[in-house]
């Protein structure tokens, strides 16, 4: 295994068993109509950068593209939730 491959392969596992769980309640926390936290904020942005890191070496592996892209959009729906509940409270406070 090279050493590119065997990173990528580490940052995977650790979505999956490590970030993955706390993605998805975030992502029930906003679906209930709830804003982010400051918290859940820090916490997706710093995911967002290691997966930022990961895109060069995921374009080398394809075998890790799948799960690449899912969390992609894993993280697109929460900020698209996150920015409407946002939205709403401010509207509901005028």
């Known amino acids: 295994m090279t050493k590119q491959k065997g990173i990528i392969t580490v940052m ?52 890790f593209q799948g799960l690449y892209g899912r969390v992609a959009h894993l993280y697109h729906e929460i900020t698209a939730r996150a920015l409407e509940n946002e939205k709403a409270g401010q509207a509901a406070s005028h």
């Open 12 to 63: 995977m596992q650790r979505f999956e068993s490590c970030w993955l769980p706390d993605t998805l309640k975030i992502k029930e926390k906003v679906d209930r109509g709830e804003k982010l936290s400051e918290r859940d904020t820090a916490f997706l942005e710093e995911v967002i950068q290691d997966i930022r890191r990961a895109q060069v070496l995921v374009d080398q592996y394809p075998e």
